[in-house]
C-alpha cells in the first residue's frame, strides 16, 4: 500500500471518528435541552430532603417486612405446636385443654394481628414510600443537578423533621 492511499485511508478513519464524536455530542446537548434547565439549589436541597424522607420510608417498611415475617414464623410454629398437642392432650385432663385453649387463642390473635394491624399498616407504609418516590422522579429526575449545588446543598443541609 502507498504512503498516498494510507495518509487518505487514516484521514477517512479520523474524520468518520470526528463525525461520530461530534453525533454523540450534538445528541448529549439535544438531550440536555430537552430536560430542560438545571435544577436551582432551593430545588437540589428539597430533593436532597426526599430522598432522605425516602430512606427512612424505605427503613420502616423493611423493619415492618420483617415483623410481619416474625409474626408469621411465630404463628406457624403455634400452629405445629396445636398439631401435636391436639393428637396427644388428654381431654380428661383440664390443665391440658387449658393449655391447648390457650395456644388455639394466641394462634387466632396472631392471625388476626397479622391480616388487621399489622398488613393494612405495612400496606400504608408501601403507598407512603411509593407516593415519595413518585414525587422524587417527578420533581428530581427530570432535569440535571449540578454536582457543585449538590455538594452545597448537602453541606447545608435543613430537612423538615419527617
Given at each position: 500500500m502507498g504512503k498516498s492511499l494510507r495518509r487518505s485511508l487514516r484521514s477517512a478513519i479520523y474524520a468518520a471518528v470526528l463525525l461520530s464524536a461530534l453525533g454523540h455530542v450534538s445528541a448529549a446537548l439535544a438531550q440536555s435541552d430537552e430536560s430542560g434547565p438545571a435544577l436551582s439549589a432551593e430545588e437540589v436541597s428539597a430533593c436532597l430532603c426526599l430522598q432522605q424522607e425516602i430512606d427512612e420510608l424505605r427503613r420502616e417498611t423493611e423493619l415492618q417486612g420483617a415483623l410481619r415475617q416474625e409474626r408469621k414464623a411465630e404463628l406457624s410454629q403455634i400452629d405445629q405446636q396445636i398439631e401435636r398437642n391436639r393428637v396427644v392432650v388428654d381431654v380428661g385432663n383440664p390443665e391440658a385443654v387449658k393449655s391447648l385453649q390457650q395456644l388455639v387463642a394466641?394462634?387466632?390473635?396472631?392471625?388476626?394481628?397479622?391480616r388487621n394491624d399489622i398488613r393494612q399498616s405495612q400496606q400504608a407504609s408501601i403507598e407512603r414510600l411509593n407516593a415519595r418516590v413518585a414525587t422524587y422522579n417527578e420533581k428530581c429526575t427530570t432535569r440535571p443537578m449540578f454536582k457543585l449545588e449538590v455538594e452545597r446543598a448537602q453541606a447545608n443541609l435543613q430537612c423538615p423533621a419527617l
Amino acid at each position: 500500500m502507498g504512503k498516498s492511499l494510507r495518509r487518505s485511508l487514516r484521514s477517512a478513519i479520523y474524520a468518520a471518528v470526528l463525525l461520530s464524536a461530534l453525533g454523540h455530542v450534538s445528541a448529549a446537548l439535544a438531550q440536555s435541552d430537552e430536560s430542560g434547565p438545571a435544577l436551582s439549589a432551593e430545588e437540589v436541597s428539597a430533593c436532597l430532603c426526599l430522598q432522605q424522607e425516602i430512606d427512612e420510608l424505605r427503613r420502616e417498611t423493611e423493619l415492618q417486612g420483617a415483623l410481619r415475617q416474625e409474626r408469621k414464623a411465630e404463628l406457624s410454629q403455634i400452629d405445629q405446636q396445636i398439631e401435636r398437642n391436639r393428637v396427644v392432650v388428654d381431654v380428661g385432663n383440664p390443665e391440658a385443654v387449658k393449655s391447648l385453649q390457650q395456644l388455639v387463642a394466641r394462634q387466632q390473635m396472631l392471625r388476626d394481628l397479622l391480616r388487621n394491624d399489622i398488613r393494612q399498616s405495612q400496606q400504608a407504609s408501601i403507598e407512603r414510600l411509593n407516593a415519595r418516590v413518585a414525587t422524587y422522579n417527578e420533581k428530581c429526575t427530570t432535569r440535571p443537578m449540578f454536582k457543585l449545588e449538590v455538594e452545597r446543598a448537602q453541606a447545608n443541609l435543613q430537612c423538615p423533621a419527617l
